[in-house]
């Protein structure tokens, strides 16, 4: 719905009470200053990003976005879907490159290295800054040869004790040992939906990352699964730096400490959660939070 | 508006739904009865044509193995062909005219004298002595035992004649006459004599061909798949590359034939009537069907499985290598494997590169001369002698299960390898 919008025909004869609001909330994204609201950088940041423009052949999915990720925060991404909070969590490891015609100009950091750069080797930075998905994805493999992968091909574990001690420590971490212990040999794709994505955290934790991107980590998760997995996430904060994108406010509200809010693949708002969800700054932040659209 | 209920409209329109669904089922399972009948029917005919030549006649003949006639130094030189006529002579002492004696010599296949020969140099105590020896029957006589030939006809109009049919009666009431299994079917090579023509020579041929055409056409097939899938650049030069491929899975398979011919042959002159020409030529042919289902195996993988591999920080390489492939070798095993048996199924192109010649020897290597499953049975369909009719059909019973085997190994494997996600 909103994608129509970004052709600059004003829709005047939108007659829907749905399009009114968002012809509307197009023209007050025209009006207004498309600068980011809130305090989008910080001291020391882990990760900072500036100006940064993602094209899918000609169209232009984030615009002239910059913002600050600091050391073991939890930093919210919402916003209405397809604003572009997936594209913009995949150029902080590089995933788009996987896509041919996405293109990413402007500067990302991670630390003091530009991830983008010639000379970066993807290949480390991914094993740095590690990824979840959406959908659970584990590998059609044993839930022991899951884990042992990434650490294996890093060449993390000089011995087998070793990469059993990585793969029980990663298992512990992800709140899943308990359950799966019994039976790391057998197949990973045999797990509930939680576990999986438990799985997958733990994959992704046992190449001992900085950051972790978790993109929508629980849209395909039933609500007890998804406490679960929150409550990893409050506990996984204390040692990496997590960005999560969410479509569900909630859900923000309860593990982030920071929320940023993409809208039509701008960064309107970056605050800290509990002023975000209170107090916003921008109109349009207001009116989505509030649920006028979305 | 009528004044209907909707679930009344819904009613009364249901009857026709089910009524078309019933139509469009029927027609189905017609086409399918259809299709099955016409295959039962084809497969019984191959069945009742062939089924004969797996077992065959022999003659039960008393033989001298007389030091005369075998020079003791060097008995494989010796004149075997005298000692079965001689054998045959004292086996009907009152054939006496030279017209007749060649009639009756005609009972027994031109075998039976190597038959004679490897007795002797197994066992070279044989000589001097007397044995009873079961020797091949002509073809003629085995014709006319499997009720191929008609007594009733005039004497001209067969190939056997009334006095031959008179001995043959004779040495069945003698019990001299016996059937048993064809072993020379599948142990000879091709010969001008259908009793003793067997089918070896042709598989051995198919056999090295289709090894060549494997070894070469399934790593450059999958090699190329995954470069093109996973690795090459999206662009116009992929896109042509694509389109041609796709266009060379279509070419006629005589074109290839041609092609070996022009370039293999007469280019870098290998040798004419090889299995490593085959092999090439066939390889050549394979190659875009495997390319093409390669790909669409790679296809099949879900994005999800590369992204996962990438995002622990799997090299592209190690991701395609590790994850992808794996779950893609089913499919690509799969249309390896169909290709393979499109390959053995294959003549026209081989007629192409003299695979067609009359070659006696079984090949022993990829650049002996040879013939291949098809192109044998092609050879026997295009023989005058009655025999030849059930060794063509016993021939294609052969070459059939052989396909049969090779499919159910491309669904035996997809089921075993085929792991769900
Ligand atoms: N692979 C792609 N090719 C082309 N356009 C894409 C691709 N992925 C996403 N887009 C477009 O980019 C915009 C942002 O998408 P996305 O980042 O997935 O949104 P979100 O995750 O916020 O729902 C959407 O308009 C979408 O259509
Ligand atoms: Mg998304």
């Known amino acids: ?294 | 508006m009528n004044n209907q209920k909707p679930m009344d409209i819904v009613q009364a329109g249901l009857a026709k739904r089910y009524k078309k669904e019933k139509r469009f089922k029927l027609i189905g399972l017609s086409a399918i009865i259809f299709s099955l009948m016409f295959l039962v029917f084809l497969f019984s005919s191959i069945f009742l044509n062939g089924y004969k030549a797996f077992y065959q006649a022999e003659l039960r003949i008393d033989v001298f193995f007389d030091p005369a006639l075998l020079d003791i130094k060097d008995p494989a030189s010796a004149n075997f062909d005298a000692l079965v006529k001689k054998s045959l002579r004292t086996t009907f002492p009152d054939v006496k005219k030279r017209k007749e004696k060649k009639k009756l010599y005609g009972l027994v296949s031109t075998d039976g004298s190597f038959q004679l020969r490897d007795m002797v140099l197994a066992d070279p105590a044989l000589v001097g002595q007397n044995r009873s020896v079961w020797l091949l029957a002509d073809d003629d006589v085995d014709m006319l035992m499997k009720g191929y030939i008609d007594r009733n006809l005039p004497q001209s109009d067969r190939r056997i004649s009334d006095v031959q049919i008179g001995w043959i009666d004779k040495l069945i009431d003698a019990g001299r006459v016996k059937f048993r299994f064809n072993i020379g079917f599948f142990t000879n090579g091709d010969s001008r004599e259908p009793e003793s023509a067997g089918i070896l020579g042709a598989a051995m041929g198919s056999f090295y061909m289709l090894a060549i055409t494997l070894v070469l056409s399934f790593p450059i097939g999958i090699g190329a798949a995954i470069y093109l899938e996973e690795f090459a650049a999206k662009n116009r030069i992929t896109d042509i590359i694509e389109v041609n491929i796709n266009n060379l899975a279509a070419v006629p398979s005589i074109v290839f034939g041609l092609l070996g011919l022009a370039v293999f042959l007469n280019f870098f002159h290998l040798p004419r009537s090889a299995p490593l020409v085959g092999g090439l030529v066939l390889f050549l042919m394979t190659l875009p069907t495997i390319i093409i289902t390669g790909r669409v195996a790679l296809q099949s993988v879900p994005p999800s499985i590369r992204e996962a591999a990438l995002g622990v920080g799997a090299s592209k390489m190690q991701a395609v290598l590790h994850h992808v492939l794996p779950l893609a070798m089913p499919g690509m095993l799969t249309g390896a494997i169909i290709g393979m048996a499109r390959a053995l199924g294959e003549s026209a192109p081989l007629l192409m590169i003299g695979m067609v010649a009359f070659i006696v020897d079984i090949p022993a290597g990829i650049t002996d001369p040879a013939t291949a499953l098809p192109v044998q049975i092609y050879l026997w369909a295009d023989s005058p002698e009655r025999a030849f009719v059930e060794r063509t059909s016993a021939a294609i019973m052969v070459l059939l299960t052989f396909l049969v085997l090779m499919n159910g190994t491309a669904v035996y494997l997809r089921s075993k390898f085929e792991r769900r996600w």
């Open chain 1, 1 to 294: 719905m909103l994608q129509i919008l970004s052709s600059n025909t004003p829709r005047s004869t939108a007659k829907s009470r749905e399009e009114r609001i968002q012809s509307k909330a197009r023209m007050l994204v025209d009006r207004e200053d498309r600068c980011t609201a809130g305090d989008p950088f910080v001291e020391n940041p882990r990760m900072s990003c500036r100006n940064v423009n993602v094209y899918y052949g000609d169209k232009q999915a984030i615009r002239d976005v910059s913002i600050d990720i600091s050391e073991n925060e939890v930093l919210a991404m919402i916003g209405p879907s397809g604003c572009g909070k997936s594209t913009f969590l995949r150029c902080l490891n590089r995933m788009n490159d996987t896509i041919n015609i996405c293109r990413v100009t402007g500067e990302l950091k991670l630390d003091d290295s530009d991830i983008y750069d010639k000379k970066m080797d993807v290949v480390p930075l991914r094993a740095r800054v590690g990824m979840v998905f959406q959908k659970p994805n584990p590998f059609p493999k044993s839930i022991y040869d899951n884990i042992a992968y990434g650490p294996t091909i890093h060449g993390l574990a000089a011995t087998k004790t070793e990469l059993t001690e990585i793969v029980e420590i990663s298992l512990i971490k992800a709140g899943l040992w308990d359950e799966v212990k019994d039976r790391l040999d057998q197949p990973g794709t045999g797990l509930s939906g939680g576990q999986q994505q438990r799985l997958c955290i733990a994959r992704a934790i046992a190449v001992g990352p900085e950051v972790i991107l978790m993109d929508e980590p629980c849209s395909a998760l039933d609500p007890i699964a998804t406490a679960t997995i929150e409550e990893l996430i409050s506990e996984l904060k204390q040692h990496y730096t997590i960005v999560i994108v969410t479509h569900n406010m909630q859900q923000a509200a309860r593990v982030s400490q920071r929320t940023a809010y993409f809208h039509l693949g701008d960064l309107l708002e970056v605050s800290q959660t509990d002023v975000l969800f209170t107090r916003p700054s921008h109109q349009l932040t207001e009116d989505y939070i509030t649920g006028r659209f979305g």
